[in-house]
């Protein structure tokens, strides 16, 4: 409950309810109004790459562009025949004005240490480390990996690749050695950048050290730079392992910004897709900085003065678009923490917002909902009044969570934005934009300006307002994906075949009468945990790579916290006992294959899986089982009706 005394009833009626803007805010805001925003609306649907020609001008340009939008179903070119380099407007263009000493990077370490790197040191970092890739033979259109915690020199790396040319492909830290190789040999990474280990939960993750383990099978890697972080002992390799500090010592200050084509890889970022083979998501260099930056400055109304703090971790899309690329080609105070939110207390959170001042916050619903359940003592300890902008992202947020984040953490005096956006848009496309939009928790409200976003049925008809359909982008926009790496066909079989004449985002959603959208989360065998994509089938094949598992199918299952819990249902091969044992040992597992985030929460042993005549497995009975712990609608398609009743009287057990 609440303050307030408001409890779910009284939540589902505010649902309803519209929070404006505060007039103080709308005073200083870019937008100011919603008629103000409907008239840009209405003037970019009538000339979408008119709209975003103009933005273009907020980036520095080496050589204009010819042409605006080369669009050939489904393959997008942006700003034709334009040349820039996305580091130089990060760094370089900053310097030349009063923001040259101002924090690019304010990073706190886990153990309570922390820097401040100004755009003059985050430049010069940069550049040094330009050439360092340059002296190991990284050259334009190579790709370079990353498995870093989340410490400036991780953004550092990713400044510098783009600096020469190069690809980065980030890896998230927290992913197994398995995941990580699997992620280098795709994107052929030549050289790896990763540290000894970085802090998490007040224990060192040894990352050089899972490293090692996937380099075994990665063979393409020539080289690997190690930041020393953690000051652990790690392995090494002569000749193939090379300290940071050292190369760093030994580089040359000046490393001039290459000038690239706009549609140059800018980086390879890995997501799940519903076949289980993570896919490698590619975005090119003009068009996703100029929508990461234009989205940068009106969605979070960045100014010169805010402490902007995005919490995703830099192995993620969000950690891409809003920790670097965006915010820094706006020339942002950006924070950066390493560590975990309630390392030590709770309220690591509020004392980091407290301790530096932040003014713009944005987060998952998954530590919403996880903070509210700590209580509101813990943010009451902390003076939180510098705040005056909040954001959320990666899932959909329940009412009751968006009403504690505004009232509690916000003061009810913060807009919240709610961005709905995804790995492969590389930028928010649906979004209040605050000062503007009229708020409704737990809708991300309305398209961003030249974005033409809908609700539609299979055959691409809109639907009927209040109705469930797929979200789709019937118009191509500057930072959508281009590709996926390495394998053309699935880009169209997977974006552009489902419906005709659109982008198909994977996502189920409806729009209301007042054109807002609620986004319902995946339509596909995708599960979010945490915010985070996860693949059933790629969990799936990791327990049936178990000596002891026949066939396993993985669903998710609300969870208060997670969003999506993981759920697996596994037959066992003959002579396999299933015991209490087992189960550890599968999820073990799965973590070493996939990684802590895939660890299943439940498993069910089975005598046999649900499936239809041809063999499909009816996940759909597994859902609700794993839900509610019944099924509804029709079964009629089931080969063997005493599956599903040895199911349902199994399901009691304890995992
Ligand atoms: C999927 C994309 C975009 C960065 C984080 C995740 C879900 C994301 C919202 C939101 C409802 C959301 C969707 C989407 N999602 N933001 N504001 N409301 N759902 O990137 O891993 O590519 O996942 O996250 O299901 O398709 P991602």
């Not at 925003?37 to 980036?59: H, T």
């Amino acid at each position: 409950m609440t303050q307030d005394g408001s409890h779910a009833i009284d939540v589902l009626l505010r649902e309803k309810r519209l929070y404006k803007p505060s007039a103080a805010f709308q005073k200083r805001a870019r937008i100011r109004s919603l008629p103000a925003l409907r008239s840009i609306i209405a003037r970019a649907r009538r000339n979408p790459p008119g709209f975003w020609a103009k933005a273009a001008r907020d980036i520095q340009w080496m050589k204009p562009w010819k042409k605006i939008l080369d669009w050939r179903p489904p393959h997008a070119r942006w700003f034709v025949g334009g040349a820039l380099n996305v580091s130089a407007n990060c760094l370089d263009r900053h310097l030349e004005g009063p923001r040259r000493n101002k924090a690019a990077l304010i990073w706190e370490g886990e153990p309570g240490d922390s820097r401040v790197l100004t755009y003059h040191e985050l430049h010069a970092e940069t550049s040094r480390f330009a050439n360092v890739l340059k002296s190991l033979g990284v050259r334009k259109g190579d790709c370079v990996g990353i498995y870093m915690p989340a410490v400036p020199e991780a953004v550092v790396a990713m400044l510098a690749c783009a600096r020469i040319g190069a690809m980065h492909n980030v890896v998230f830290g927290g992913f197994s050695a398995q995941a990580l190789r699997e992620r280098l040999v795709d994107s052929k990474a030549r050289v790896l950048v990763t540290a000894d280990g970085g802090w998490r939960r007040g224990q060192i993750v040894p990352l050089k050290g899972v490293a090692d383990e996937a380099l075994a099978g990665a063979p393409g890697v020539e080289h690997v730079v190690v930041f020393k972080r953690a000051a652990n002992a790690v392995g090494w390799v002569e000749g193939r392992d090379l300290w940071w500090h050292e190369l760093m010592l030994a580089a040359p200050r000046d490393c001039p910004a290459v000038p690239v084509d706009a549609e140059n890889p800018l980086y390879i970022l890995y997501t799940s897709g519903s076949t289980g083979k993570p896919k490698g998501v590619l975005h090119t260099t003009g068009g996703y900085l100029v929508q990461t930056a234009l989205t940068s400055k009106w969605v979070f109304d960045l100014r010169d003065e805010d402490v902007y703090w995005c919490t995703a971790d830099i192995g993620w899309v969000t950690g891409h678009s809003y920790v670097v690329y965006g915010p820094l080609a706006c020339g942002a105070t950006v924070l950066l923490y390493e560590g975990a939110p309630f390392h030590p207390e709770p309220d690591r959170l509020w004392s980091i917002i407290e301790k530096r001042g932040v003014s713009v916050f944005y987060t998952a619903p998954t530590a919403i909902r996880a903070c509210m359940r700590f209580g509101d003592d813990w943010p009451r300890k902390h003076d939180l009044s510098s705040l005056r902008l909040l954001g959320s992202v990666g899932e959909p947020i329940n009412p009751e969570a968006w009403l504690w984040y505004y009232r509690v953490i916000g003061g009810s005096r913060c807009p919240v934005v709610d961005t709905w956006w995804q790995t492969e848009t590389g930028a928010i496309l649906i979004t209040p934009v605050p000062g503007a939009t009229p708020m409704k928790p737990g809708s991300a409200t309305m398209p961003f300006p030249g974005i033409e976003a809908d609700v539609v049925d299979r055959q691409g008809r809109p639907v009927k307002p209040g109705k469930g359909g797929y979200l789709v982008v019937r118009k191509p926009w500057p930072s959508m994906l281009r590709g996926i790496f390495g394998d053309p066909k699935r880009y169209k079989s997977q974006y552009f075949d489902p419906i005709p004449g659109a982008y198909f985002s994977g996502d189920g959603a409806r729009k209301d009468a007042d054109g807002y959208f609620w986004v319902l989360g995946r339509i596909d065998d995708v599960i979010n945990v945490s915010g985070h994509r996860l693949s059933t089938m790629e969990i799936e094949s990791a327990l049936v790579s178990h000596p002891a598992v026949s066939e396993a199918a993985v669903v998710g299952r609300p969870d208060e916290i997670q969003g999506q819990a993981i759920t697996a249902f596994v037959t066992l091969k003959a002579g396999a006992s299933s015991n209490a044992g087992l189960k550890d040992e599968l999820r073990a597992h799965v973590v070493r294959a996939i990684g802590p985030l895939a660890k299943p929460s439940d498993i069910r042993f089975a005598e046999a899986l649900p499936k239809t005549r041809s063999g499909k497995i009816m996940r759909r009975l597994l859902r609700e089982l794993a839900g509610s712990g019944r099924t509804q609608g029709d079964i009629t398609t089931l080969e063997d009706f005493t599956v599903l009743s040895k199911l349902q009287s199994g399901g009691e057990e304890e995992s």
